[in-house]
C-alpha cells in the first residue's frame, strides 16, 4: 500500500529530526564534553577552579574582593579592580556602570534612594583611597578632596555676559569649596535637590594643579566592562608591594618576584595588556608569606 505524499513528506521530516537530534543534541555536546577532559584542557573545561587544601576558594576567571566583614580592603592582599558587578565580581550580575566621560556632575539629593556619584567623583574617592592605602600621590586632574572639581558658573546672557554666580556642584555643606572664588566671583557650596544645569548654567571641570599622569594607574579607580576581570595592571600591583610587604614582614624585593611570577604577558604577543592574575598572587602569598 501506497502512503500519502504528505504523510511520506512528514514521516521523512521526523526521520531527519530524530537523527540530527542524535547527532547534534546527544553525541555533538558528549563529544565536546570527552574532548574537555583530556590532560591540559580539562581545567579550563571545569571553569578554571583554583583549590587550596581540596577547598576550592574561586576561579582563576573571575575576580574577588579581598575585604572584610564591613567592605574595608584587607591591608595583607592585594586588592583587585572596582567591579560593577551586583555587589562586586557576582557572576550572575556582570554588567558595567554605562557612565560615561560627562558624567561630571554628582546628583545630591535629600533623599538617599535618589542621590547619585558621578563617573568623575567616584574616580577621584578611588584614586583618594587607593593613595592614602598605598602610600602615594592619589591627585587625579578635575579632582579635588575626594570629589569631582566642578563649577557651576551662571552669566547674565546665558553663555556670554559677565559671571554672576559660581557653584561647587559635587560639594555641600560643611566642606569648603576646592576654589575660594572663580573669576572674581565667591564660590558656593551646592545644596541638595537643586538642578543647577536646569537653571541655566555653564558646567565647568576644573583640572587643577595634578601631574598629568597620576600615581594611581586607570584600572585601579576603573571597572572593567563585565566586571570581573581577575587582573590588574604591573603598576598597580607594584603600588601595592610596599603595603603588602610590610603588612606580611616580608622583603619588599621578594613580593616584587611574586608579582613578576604572576603577570601574563600579552595575548600572542601583541594583543591587550600584561595583567597579574590578583587571586593566583595572593594565594601564592598566603602560601610563602603567612601573614603574621
Known amino acids: 500500500m501506497r502512503l500519502p505524499s ?42 578554571s577552579l583554583l583549590t587550596v587544601g581540596g577547598k576550592t576558594v ?7 574582593n579581598f575585604t572584610d566583614a564591613d567592605g574595608n580592603p584587607v591591608p595583607r592582599y592585594f586588592q583587585s579592580r572596582p567591579s560593577a558587578a551586583g555587589d562586586g565580581y557576582d557572576p550572575t550580575a556582570t554588567a558595567a556602570s554605562n557612565l560615561g566621560p560627562e558624567s561630571v556632575v554628582d546628583t545630591l539629593s535629600s533623599d538617599p534612594e535618589t542621590a547619585s556619584e558621578s563617573l568623575l567623583t567616584t574616580v577621584c574617592a578611588r584614586s583618594k583611597a587607593v593613595g592614602e592605602r598605598d602610600g602615594v600621590d592619589g591627585r587625579r586632574p578635575y579632582c579635588a578632596d575626594g570629589v569631582g572639581a566642578v563649577l557651576a558658573v551662571f552669566r547674565t546672557n546665558g553663555l556670554t555676559g559677565p559671571i554672576t554666580r559660581v557653584v561647587s556642584v559635587n560639594q555641600t555643606a560643611p566642606a569648603t569649596p576646592f576654589v575660594t572664588s572663580w573669576q572674581g566671583v565667591p564660590v558656593e557650596l551646592a545644596k541638595p535637590d537643586e538642578d543647577y544645569v536646569a537653571e541655566g548654567a555653564l558646567i565647568v571641570p576644573v583640572r587643577g594643579d595634578a601631574p598629568a599622569k597620576p600615581a594611581v594607574p586607570a584600572d585601579a579607580v576603573t571597572a572593567s566592562g563585565s566586571g570581573l576581570d581577575p587582573h590588574i595592571s604591573p603598576a598597580y600591583a607594584q603600588i601595592q608591594v610596599a603595603r603588602v610587604a610590610r603588612e606580611r614582614g616580608a622583603d619588599p624585593a621578594a613580593i616584587r618576584r611574586l608579582v613578576e611570577q604572576h603577570t601574563s604577558g600579552r595575548a600572542l604577543g601583541f594583543m591587550g595588556e600584561p595583567g597579574v592574575n590578583v587571586l593566583e598572587l595572593n594565594l601564592a602569598l598566603d602560601e610563602r608569606f603567612p601573614a603574621r
Open 58 to 64: 574561586g576561579s582563576a576567571l573571575i575576580g574577588q
Open 6 to 47: 504528505w504523510l511520506t513528506q512528514h514521516l521523512a521530516a521526523l526521520r531527519a529530526l530524530l537523527v540530527f537530534t542524535v547527532l547534534l543534541g546527544l553525541a555533538y555536546p558528549l563529544a565536546l564534553v570527552a574532548v574537555g577532559q583530556l590532560p591540559g584542557l580539562s581545567g579550563r573545561s571545569n571553569g
